[in-house]
């Protein structure tokens, strides 16, 4: 059997998941568009059911299995887009159901997977060892292990996306998409280079990681599948130490490039998402809108972007927005030496509102900070319009004598 999943197999696979899944829109982005200089698009994975792409290949692997393996139950591993399609595939079906998912996973994709029945074991600090855990669980109870990534019939599911993809734009050029451990850009990489081929065209295709988790790039060097050390990433969705096998020969031959983003890129792509497109994208699911925005897209057509996730905590996104708009210019935290008299604070205030900037908190103290006795600091969150504003707000502090100190956020 081929590495590479026929066009036949990724059509019966998108027939039989024709009632599982939803036909996700396909929107156009004009704030998107402008930065690259060519159309773009979004597709909206982020409205699939249990909001990500994963019920794909989850439902589309447990349909495969037989009346034997269901009977023995499945388990699998998951930082929580996997482990919600695993368990309202295995649900729908009637298939016992175990999942591990990692102790830092998002509570709404926790509550979620529970929701849904399956039986949730929350242990380990990371993927990695979910999936070690879910492996000696079916060694001991003779379960079926359900990849999250490097499983055949798993790509194909996922690769059913790639059939909208085209359905949806017949003229796109560019499809941008994260990689985590493969399966995803794998399956949509083989069903879209194969149906454009049938209709006599190419398209482009260009996975994105976190940097921090940038598996891939060492792994194409290597020839094979490496393990990296990983960094902590606000994309647990992706956080993958070594792409999987089966993924991986389909990538290093049908995916033209891959790039990769930083958490400053991401926070920002959330915040552009969520103020320009009204869309809200979890981290890992913003990755190829945080690549156009870094300029590490280049314009050659109609470009999509896969909105791959939505599934964010609310906690984490509010801290991603404030990151982002720091990331932006528009947030900005200053630290005031003052002397300890009165009137200094009005006065800055005075200065503050004279560059036009808003003071969104404040903080004023006399302690710590190697102060003197007669001194003060005063910290503030200042809301600007972007970095040359931001620059505007402290020159203007400059010019009638303070010292601000920009805060890293």
């Known amino acids: 059997m081929s590495a590479v999943p026929s066009l036949t197999e990724f059509e019966s696979a998108a027939q039989s998941l024709a009632e599982v899944i939803t036909h996700t829109p396909t929107l156009p982005s004009r704030a998107l568009s402008d ?51 695993v368990a309202l595939a295995a649900q ?47 060694e001991r109870t003779g379960a079926v292990i359900i990849h999250p990534f490097d499983h055949r019939d798993v790509v194909i599911g996922q690769g059913t996306l790639g059939l909208e993809l085209l359905e949806d ?45 940038a598996a891939m790039p060492p792994s194409l060097e290597a020839g094979h599948p490496v393990d990296i050390e990983t960094k902590p990433t606000i994309a647990d969705g992706i956080l993958v130490a070594r792409p999987g096998a089966i993924p991986f020969e389909i990538i290093k031959d049908l995916v033209d490039e891959v790039v990769t983003v930083t958490d400053d890129d991401l926070a920002r792509a959330i915040l552009v998402l969520l103020e320009q497109s009204k869309v809200i994208a979890e981290p890992a699911g913003a990755v190829g809108v945080a690549a156009i925005l870094a300029g590490k ?98 020159d203007t502090l400059r010019r009638a004598g303070f010292a601000p100190i920009v805060v890293p956020d």
Do not use: C
């Open 92 to 138: 729908a079906l009637g298939i016992p159901a175990t999942i591990f998912v990692p102790l830092g996973i998002p509570v709404p994709k926790l509550l979620a997977t529970r929701s849904y029945g399956a039986e949730v074991v929350l242990e380990g600090e990371t993927v990695a060892t979910s999936l070690r855990l879910a492996a000696e669980f079916a």
């Open 297 to 394: 897209v280049k314009a050659s057509g109609t470009t999509m972007a896969v909105v791959s996730g939505g599934n964010i905590d609310p906690l984490l996104l509010q801290r991603v927005v404030s990151h982002g708009l720091a990331a932006s210019g528009r947030y900005l935290t200053i630290r005031i030496p003052l002397p300890d008299r009165p009137g200094q604070l009005a006065r800055v205030s005075e200065l503050i509102a004279e560059a036009g900037a808003n003071v969104i908190e404040a903080m004023h103290t006399r302690h710590g900070h190697g102060l003197q006795i007669s001194e003060v600091f005063l910290e503030l969150s200042v809301e600007t319009r972007g970095a040359e504003h931001s620059e505007h707000t402290l």
């Open 35 to 85: 930065i690259l200089g060519a159309p773009v698009l979004l597709k909206m994975e982020n409205l699939q059911r249990t909001g990500s792409f994963k019920i794909r290949g989850a439902a589309y692997r447990l349909s495969q299995l037989s009346t034997e393996e269901r009977a023995r139950g499945v388990v699998a591993a998951s930082a929580g887009n996997h482990a919600q399609g």
């Open 169 to 213: 734009a017949p003229d796109v050029d560019t499809i941008v998409i994260g990689i985590g451990g493969g399966g995803l850009i794998a399956g949509v990489a083989a069903a879209v280079k194969a149906k454009a081929a049938e209709l006599g065209r190419t398209v482009r295709i260009i996975g994105v990681q976190a940097e921090n988790a």
